[in-house]
């Protein structure tokens, strides 16, 4: 099945430390996004690549990195996690091209854990 | 700019009642989505909504969209408990479909 995939599901860090989480899609969207989703709250959207064009939100700490080697991998790099960045991660693909629904599919998330 | 407002934020209904979630958006949105959210774990799209007067129905989940009214209802009939979750509605920004603009969520408890 046509999924998104991230890696590893679950990433304890310590403070300061840096840390990469990984996501792969098999979908082949040309859209990939990386969220951030604290406890009760609703998805907060850090970046997204259309292609190999990287978008970035304007109010991303610069602590925040990307990266799209390929269509199909995209990786979150935090340069140096605080404790506030302690959250779920969430990877999410669309089509980016054509009309209709540019649904966003979802991969299962990295909880972040920062000690 | 496009604001989205969910309410009510928390519902907490029987088995078997009916109930519906608001989603009401600020300017002209593309597109109106559904998602579904289990806890600890990720999205779930449940619908799209693309036109005036959209309906969409999966199993007991029936969404709809009034763009003149900036509208968009999710209906929940004779409710189970595994429909227990948090629903997020996000619109598009017109002009930029790949950005979403999300409520805040209606987390939704159905007890027996």
């Known amino acids: 099945d046509a999924m998104v995939i991230q890696n590893p599901r679950y990433q304890v860090t310590q403070f300061g430390k840096p840390v990469t989480l990984s996501c792969s899609q098999t979908?082949?969207?040309?859209?990939m996004y990386w969220y951030q989703q604290k406890s009760s709250q609703a998805p907060k959207l850090l970046f997204h690549?259309?292609?190999?064009?990287?978008?970035n939100e304007a109010d991303t700490p610069d602590n925040f990195q990307s990266r799209r080697p390929n269509t199909s991998f995209c990786f979150l790099d935090i340069r140096s996690p605080g404790l506030g960045d302690a959250a779920m991660y969430l990877c999410?693909?669309?089509?980016?091209?054509?009309?209709?629904?540019?649904?966003?599919?979802f991969g299962p998330g990295t909880r972040l854990t920062v000690l | 700019e496009l604001k989205v407002e969910q309410n009510p934020l928390f519902l907490s209904m029987q088995e078997g009642k009916n109930y519906t979630i608001y989603c009401n958006y600020s300017?002209?949105?593309?597109?109106l989505y559904w998602y579904r959210q289990d806890p600890g774990k990720s999205l779930e799209s449940l619908f799209v909504l693309l036109s005036n007067g959209a309906v969409k129905q999966e199993g007991r989940l029936m969404a709809s969209l009034d763009t003149k009214a900036r509208l968009s209802t999710l209906h929940i009939t004779a409710a189970v408990h595994d429909l227990s979750a948090t629903y997020f509605c996000?619109?598009?920004?017109?002009?930029?479909?790949?950005?979403?603009?999300w409520g805040l969520g209606t987390s939704l408890a159905v007890n027996p």
């Open positions: 999410a693909t669309s089509r980016g091209q054509g009309s209709g629904a540019d649904t966003q599919y």
């Open positions: 996000a619109g598009a920004k017109a002009g930029n479909n790949r950005k979403l603009i």
């Open positions: 979908l082949n969207h040309n859209v």
């Open positions: 690549y259309y292609d190999k064009d990287f978008n």
């Open positions: 300017t002209t949105s593309d597109r």
